[in-house]
Structures are given as C-alpha cells and as structure tokens.
C-alpha cells in the first residue's frame, strides 16, 4: 500500500504576498516577503534559514540562473548573486510596487501595478516595454524558451506575447475583472508546460489549456472537488500532470494523459488561499505560499497516481514512469528514466501537439524495441522470434500527419475607440471628461457631476445616471451624454442645451438597432457622435440631424472645436504592435456641404504607442498625444506636416493631456505617479507645462540655441496663421521676433568662435530682418572672417532687395485656421480679438515722419552677445 501526500506548514514571512522559487537542482528553497528579507531554506523544516534583510518589503520573487531576482521597496527589479547574495545591479524600476516576476533563458519578465510589464535581457542591454494594458497586472509568465510571454490582468485578459517584439499574439476575456491586484479575487498564476508548447491559467473554478500557432484554447481542467476560485497552477516537470490550487487551500492535480478526474493532493490545514506554486525538481514535492505568509511543502506527491492508461494489446504502448514506481529504489536511475521519458508529450487533444513517431525518438522507450533487442520479439502467434531477424511491416499504415495550418502575418490589435480626456469605463469612479471648459465625473455608474472651470458659464450639476451613461462630451453651450443599449432599450444620447432661449433645455435621441455610440464631439453649434456601424451623425444642439456620413474605418475618437470636427478613425491593419491611424478635418458648420480641409492624413505614433488624446489647441490646431508622452501639432500647409512636442515632467510617470496651447506653448494635463490615468480623489491638481521641441542635442548650448529659434518659428507661423484669418496679431508677434533674433545672433557668434563660418552663413540667412545681417557681418569683419563678411552683406542686399510682405499677395488662410469674428455666432464674437484692417502702403510708400511698422520705438532693436557688445552696431 503506498503512502499518501503529506503537507507541512510552518511560519516564513509576515502576512502578505511571499515570493518563491526553488534554486539549482532543489537543495535550497528561496522566499521573499512583507518583511524585507529574502530567505534561504535548506528544507521547509529548517528553523535556522539563511535570512538577508533587502529592504522594508519584498514583493516578488523569480530565480534566473546563478541570480535571483526580487521585486523591491522601491518598485526596482534588482538582480543578486548567487551564493552570497551580492548586489548585482537593477534590471528596471516601475513607479508602483512590482507584482510578479520570472525569468527564462537570458530574460527577465517583470509586471508593476502601474499597468505596464517590462521585458529585460540579464545583461541590461536590451529592455522591451509592453503597455496597453486597461488595469494593474497580476501575472507573468515566460515560456522555457523566452519566446513567448503570457500575461494575466485585472482587466479579465489573459494575453499571449512574442517576447522578442512585443506583438500581441492572442488576447481572450476570461478573468473576473477588478480594479488593484489587492481586490482581485485571485492572482491568476500560469504556469508553461516544460516543452513550451502549452500554457496552463486558473480561470474561475478550474484551469485552461492554450496551445497551437493562435494560442487558443485546447482543453478545460475542472473538478468537483473545486468550490473557490483557483488561484494558482502549476505544470509537473515531466510535463504530463497539472497540479492547481485554490482559495481554499485545496491541493489537486490533473493527468492529461486521458480524461480521467482530478485527484486531491491535500488541503491546507488552515484552508487559506495559496498565492504560488512551484514543483521541485523531482517532481514529488510541491511548495507553495498563501495570504498570510507561510510556507508549505507537499511531499510524497507520486505515491497516489495511479498507473497511466495503456492499451494492453498495444507491444509499444508508452511505459509510466509511476508504473516502475516500486521496480526502481534508486535515485540516479529515476533521474535517468525521468530524462528518458521527458520525450512523451502531453496530449491536449490536439494531434499538433501529439508525437506518433516513436520508432524515431531515441528518448521514447518502447515495448517492441526493448524485447527486439533482448531476442523476445514475438511473432503474430505469440511465439519468440529471433531480435535479429527483419522486423515485420506493420499492419497497417501510421496515420498521416496532418500538415500544419499556414501561419499567415501577425495583425495588430485595433486600438479601441475613447473619448479624449477621459478614464477607463470599468473604474468606479472616473473622469467622463476633461477639457478647458470643465469636468463631468461619473460616480459607481449611479450618478453624473458636473464642474466649469468658470462658475460664470454655468452652475455645478448633478444628474442621476440611470441610462447607463458612458460617454460624455462638455462645451460652454451644452452637455453631450451617450449610453449604450441596455436589455431590449437601444443606445440613447442626452444632450442639455445651457444656451437655449427656451423653458426646454433636454432631448433624447435613440440610435438604430444593434447601433452602439463609440465617440462624441460637441462644437459652437452643432454635435457629432460616431457609431459602431462606421456611420457619423451630425445633428444641431437642438437635436436637428444635419447630416449622415460614412467613416473610412473603425472610429477611434472625436474633437470638436467652433465648426471643426477632427475625426480620427483606423486606417489599416498596422505592423505588429503598431497602429494605423488617420485624422480626418470636416467642416460641421450646419449651412455649408462637408468639406475635408484639410485631406485626410496619417496620425504618427512612436512606435509601440497608442493613441491617447486628440483635439485642438486653443487656437484651432489639430494636435495628438500617444502613450510615450509625444505631442504632435498639425502644422503644415495642407495638412502635410506633424510637428514633434513634449512635455517634460520630472517626478511624474505620465502626463494626462487635457489642452494645448500654441501661444503660451504650453501643455495643460494632471500629472500621474504609478498610473497612466488620474484617480478622481483626490482632486488632481492640474498642471502647466512648457512645451519644447525634440531636438538633437538639447542640452547642449548650440540645441538649446537652436530649439528656442526654432520654437520662436514655430510660434510666429501660428500667429502667421492667425493674421491670414483676419486677427490682429502684430503687437504678439514682437516677443518671438526679438526671442528668435537674439537665439539667431547667439549662435551665429559662436559657429565664427568655433571657427565654422559656413555654419555662420546658414544661422545668418534664418534671419528675416536686413539690419540683424548687417550687423553679424561686422562682427565677422571685427573677427578677421573677411570672406564670411563679404558673403554677409550680399545675403543683406538680397534681403533688401526682397519684396515686403505687403507688396505680396496675401496668402490662403489654412482650412483649420479661426474664422473672421464676423462670420462667427454673437455668442463666440466676445472673446476674440477685433480685426484690423491691413496697411495698404509699404514702407517706401510712407509719409515723411510717419513712423514704421513696429510702433514708435521703430523696429526691435537687434540683439547681440554680451561679449561682443560694442562691437556689433
């Protein structure tokens, strides 16, 4: 009668998670807990571990190699060396607590609460960033050969990466969805099978299997035996058994040979929910941790198994490494029967993952061979033949292996559509939006708030969200509401018109069956909501539906502003882990056609990124933000050119954008410390950043030199723009003239002192006024640069020579640019500059003492180095 598992629990590390794994060949067990110590068990009885204090806390846990590496206090990954358990660098750092970590190969997975996992070679060289994710994460696992990474989440996903590249391989919805790995009803533990063909994860009450090229579902593992949810599973180091536990402690495994039930190995003694599991190396003991910190060890685990089915006829049936359990007492011979036997696959009735050529395997041990090479083959008739004599055909033809499916490219994940300015719809509380003119936050899915930044535009309100809104769009004229259907109720929206005359300020408007709204966009009159059908309604902020239109791609989200509506839809698969996306600019002003202005245009994303807001500048500029803190502004002529921005933050992880603007250059937003996403309480505090341009170099003299010039132009095209459409914006534009000439001048000094004077001859010819020229050029004569002085003053006559700016015909306002005030609605015409008329005259057509453009004080006097004052003038 063999002897049943037994479990010891003992004592290792206060209440809370406990990292573990098993070092070398299974001499020593390592843990590491809420006390900061790492510890070092010869033995799940040893009372004398080896103990390092790390820290004040210790969140995970992973052994790679000769290393160990541990999730620190201060939310490091940290490598140590075996066996003193030197310091041995810091692999990355998250900006919230690490919640697990493993390693294969030369890599090293790791998962932060901060909803980002990072992907780290050992030596530090290379470090593959993975985001998307919609809420922490709570597992990660690499497959023995680190090509794929398997990932678990509080968003419900379980997701299947290539490791190398960060291609999303397969995501599918199977976990109860939570909002902290705190709450999560449980850690959701995946384990791989040795051979790296199939992953194992603890869904609900039982465990699934996922194997082929698509990474789909292959089987389900469940057990009556099973009442709480499975927390954590793990695979035998044969790879022919899953063992899984429960919240309750119980203690089970799996055969996958056949199909038969699961058998219970133990159960805590105090039914705690166990958090990890680890096999040793032998494969007849399991560890594993629970919530309150202590340490178990399962022993004995293959004297229950019964023998594997085998077909009794069948002279090459596969033998049972427990089959031999009594026939074998030594170690080292089971060592060497386990490795032989380590060529029998798993079966997770799927004939890919099935090897049938046993005849080929060397590692297979097969009946037929074993009596052909001691010379009691038998004959059809039972009777011995001779090892040596011709082997007889087989009966019957092996079946054919089916030919693998063709793998085709790996698509991209489309990004799902979201509203700017807002938070993820499964968190409880959360932001609807934000923007320059207020906040709308919906509370529990129960109610709606309502702010303005301006108490002036509108009092606060509060509104019983009882459609289920999801969706929210806010202007100083009215609030857009959108809900999706709901049981047999369709998809509605809610507008609440503040501007309107009338007693009657709220309309409804259902959407066609199966319609779901996706984005919404509010502007000076009118509203837009895009569809999940690729439809774009257009309709007045009385609820009139103006227009119909046709979505080139799957709606990523909207932004209004005045008579502007920016559409940004998919436009394409994209290249692994990237998006293809495209803005459209259509014109929703009521009495006019749809127009494009400008064309449609790709949006640019860094790589790996997504997009994360879109909208206008204050002054009517299409600008997007991706996920690596990239702004982009839509600045070229016809749409054809993005300029790069960013936004520095130093002590934040993430800048929430929420507004631009091209005349201060700065960029509003709520700084996020561990999260990508603001929480609603506390109130977030907004932010004022200066934005500048990505320049190489930047700090450096000559790239600050260069990015404040270029930043300068940057704003004078804006204002450019601006005064095309009939504002007055000579008075603006004095500051970054003299902002530019001065950077200008600067650098012009110093390519002549670092003796680079075709350098100096470009730097002169940016710039635009033909005294700022002339005076470079005595300094470069005072300098001794005789031939750069002669190139100087033709570049002034030429300047000279140029027609003015009013002598030229006067340029076609961009088709984003601001309308005249005079075209406007009264309500927009208050806070707008007046138009001016232009001068007719140019300046040889002045009157004597009439002074020149630029005020009394003439034209901004040109600014020079301090060093070379008195010498240029």
Known sequence: MTAAARTYVRYAHPEGRVGLAYLGGGER??????????????????????????????????????????????????????????????????????????AAGALVASAGCDMLVRVCSLDGERQLE????????????????????????????????????????????????????????????????????????????????????????RRRLSSELITRPVTACAFSPCGRFVAAATADGLLLEWRLAGDGPARQLDRHEGRLRVNTLCWHPDGDRLAFTDNAGQLGVTSNVRAGRAAAPAAAADPDALMDIDSLQDAIDDDDDRDLLEAALDGEKNTLDDPKLIDDDDEEDDNVISLRKIKAESGFLSDADGEPTDGATEARPSAA???ARPAPAPRGPAFAEPQPAFQPGSTPAHLERRFMVWNAVGVVTAHEADSIDVEFHDSAVHHPLHLRNTLGHTLAALSERALLLAAPAQDDAPAKLQCLHFSSWDSNKEWYLDLADGEEPEAVALGADWLAVATS??????????????????????????????????????????????????????????????????????????????????????????????????????????????????????????????????????????????????????RPVLSVLP??????????????????????????????????????????????????????????????????????????????????????????????????????????????????????????????????????????????????????????QLSEGEEEEGGEDGPPPVPVLPEIAGEVG
């Open 533 to 682: 059908r690729r439809l774009l309604r257009v309709l007045t902020l009385t609820g009139v539906q103006l227009r119909v239109l046709s979505l080139c791609g799957r709606p990523v989200c909207l932004a209004g502003w005045e008579d502007r509506l920016l559409v940004v839809h998919h436009a394409g698969t994209g290249l692994p882990g990237e998006q293809s996306l495209a803005a459209q600019l259509l014109s929703a002003a009521g009495r006019r056609p749809p127009s494009l202005a400008p064309a449609p245009v790709p949006v640019p994303l860094a790589p790996q990124s997504r997009l994360v807001w879109a909208g206008f500048s204050d002054q009517g500029t299409p600008c997007v933000a991706d996920s690596s803190g990239a702004l982009r502004l839509l600045t070229g002529r016809q749409g054809a050119a993005w300029t790069p921005l960013e936004a520095p933050h130093p002590g934040a992880d993430h800048l929430f954008v929420v507004g631009v603007s091209e005349l201060e250059q700065t960029a509003r937003g709520l700084l996020c410390r561990g999260s990508r996403y603001p929480a609603v309480l506390p």
């Open 130 to 217: 993975l985001d998307g994710f919609g809420a922490p994460v709570l597992s990660v696992a690499l497959s023995p050969s680190a090509a794929v990474l398997l990932t678990t989440c509080c968003d419900g996903k379980v997701t299947f990466w290539d490791a190398r590249s960060g291609r999303r391989l397969a995501a599918h919805a199977l976990l109860a969805v939570s909002n902290d790995v705190s709450t999560a009803p449980s850690p959701a533990r995946p384990s791989w099978s040795p051979d790296g063909r199939s992953a194992a994860v603890p869904v609900g009450d039982g465990v699934r299997l996922f194997g082929g090229d698509d990474w789909s579902e």
């Open 691 to 844: 934005l500048r341009l990505p320049l190489a170099e930047a700090d450096s003299a000559r790239g600050k030199l260069e990015e404040e010039a270029a930043r300068a132009r940057l704003l004078l095209d804006t204002l450019s723009r601006l005064d095309a459409a009939g504002f007055e914006t000579e008075e603006a534009a004095v500051e970054p003239r003299r902002a530019r000439a001065a950077a200008l001048t600067q650098l012009f000094a110093l390519a002549v002192r670092t003796d680079r004077e075709h350098r100096a001859l470009d730097v002169a010819a940016q710039m635009e006024q033909v005294a700022t020229v002339e005076a470079v050029a005595g300094y470069a004569s005072r300098q001794r640069r005789a031939v750069l002085a002669q190139r100087l003053m033709e570049l002034a006559q030429t300047l000279a020579d140029a027609p003015d700016d009013d002598d030229e015909p006067e340029p076609a306002a961009e088709d984003w640019a601001p309308r005249a005030a005079a075209e406007r609605a009264p309500s927009e015409r208050v806070a707008e500059p007046e138009r001016v008329p232009r001068r007719a005259q140019t300046p040889d």
């Open 397 to 399: 033809p092996a079946a």
């Open 29 to 102: 067990l390592a843990t590491a807990g809420a006390d900061g110590e790492l510890r070092l068990w010869t033995g799940v009885e040893d009372d004398d571990p080896e103990s390092f204090p790390l820290g004040e806390t210790l969140t995970a846990l992973a052994a790679a190699g000769e290393r160990l590496v541990v999730g620190t206090d201060a939310h490091a990954v940290a490598l140590l060396r075996l066996p003193e358990l030197s310091a041995d660098g810091v692999l990355t750092r998250y900006t919230a607590p690490v919640t697990d970590i493993c």
